[in-house]
């Protein structure tokens, strides 16, 4: 069993910066797929950025050229940098992870995923 544990959110004004981690324990795994997904008041659960254990990265195409995905194995921590960032950002920010890998490209979705953060928010001013 892996649990994770989201940090970093908080309230920026737009056209600033944060960065997320994601701290991973319990189980391990050769190889794994990580993903940051975001939720905003009345939407549906929204994939942004996933890496996997062969350092492949997918971004959707709403944080692509902004945002930033990375894995710092000896810590077991994931992070997402996000600059650039504009009120629209605003959400609750979710970790997740599942055991393997995908061979073929596979959407940013939740319904992929079975281990989840509790989520952390953050907040975007105009």
């Known amino acids: 069993q892996v649990q994770l544990v989201e940090s970093g959110g908080g309230s920026v004004q737009a056209g600033g910066s944060l960065r997320l981690s994601c701290a991973a324990s319990?189980?391990?795994?050769?190889?794994?797929?990580m993903a940051w997904f975001r939720q905003a008041p009345g939407k549906e659960r929204e994939g942004i950025a996933r890496i996997d254990t062969n350092g492949r990265t997918t971004y959707s195409e709403s944080v692509k050229g902004r945002f930033t995905i990375s894995i710092d194995n000896a810590k077991a921590t994931l992070y997402l940098q996000m600059n650039s960032l504009k009120p629209e950002d605003t959400a609750m920010y979710y970790c997740?992870?599942?055991?393997?890998?995908?061979?073929?490209?596979?959407?940013?979705?939740?319904?992929?995923?079975?281990?989840w953060g509790q989520g952390t928010q953050v907040t975007v001013s105009s």
């Open positions: 319990g189980s391990s795994y050769s190889a794994y797929t």
């Open positions: 997740a992870l599942e055991p393997g890998i995908w061979v073929v490209d596979v959407p940013l979705s939740s319904a992929l995923y079975n281990t």
